[in-house]
């Protein structure tokens, strides 16, 4: 399996660490969102009989995101909470010791300074970092999208005015 430094798949999959350390990584597939983003261009040149199929695409993706940024942004609240627990377990444990050993006076901030340097920590914050930049990620989707739908929207609106449509050219009379 061939993953790059981002966790993209060759074949519109995302591969995405758990929220919980031990835990195997999972993948999100982002077929249906890839398919969306490929329709985009489409709209420098809808007609009207290409906008329903447009729409429908667009609906799809954004309904894909969403259902992908719900999963991501739990993985996102563990990953915070994993972090959580190994900065205090830290602290409890070892924090007191390593700053005793250094004569550096125990204080918030030196104990809070000395937890950054713990291997635990670090993949914990590195794991926390990175969910939280897919989150905001697949976000910046789902926006570029919903603007894709929305100009359809208005192109559809544009090209369906009727006579009986106070926004129509013609009289109303």
Request: net charge neutral; hydrophobic share 40%; charged share 30%.
């Amino acid at each position: 399996m061939i993953v790059d430094e981002f966790g993209f798949l060759p074949d519109s999959k995302l591969l995405l660490p758990r929220g919980r350390k031990g835990l195997p990584p999972f993948t999100l597939d982002l077929s249906a969102v890839s398919t969306a983003e490929k329709r985009i261009p489409e709209m420098a040149r809808a007609t009207p009989l290409m906008l329903p199929d447009l729409i429908t695409a667009y609906n799809i993706g954004i309904l894909a995101l969403a259902r992908l940024i719900c999963v991501v942004e739990l993985e996102t609240k563990d990953a915070r909470r994993e972090l959580e627990d190994s900065k205090a377990l830290f602290i409890i444990d070892f924090a007191d010791d390593i700053l005793r050993q250094k004569n550096i006076k125990s204080s918030v901030d030196a104990r809070e300074a000395a937890s950054r340097l713990n291997p635990d920590v670090k993949a914990a914050q590195e794991r926390y970092d990175f969910l939280s930049t897919m989150s905001e990620f697949l976000q910046s989707k789902r926006s570029a999208i919903e603007m894709a739908y929305h100009g359809a929207k208005k192109i559809c609106d544009v090209f369906l005015r009727t006579p009986d449509n106070t926004n129509y050219g013609g009289s109303n009379g």
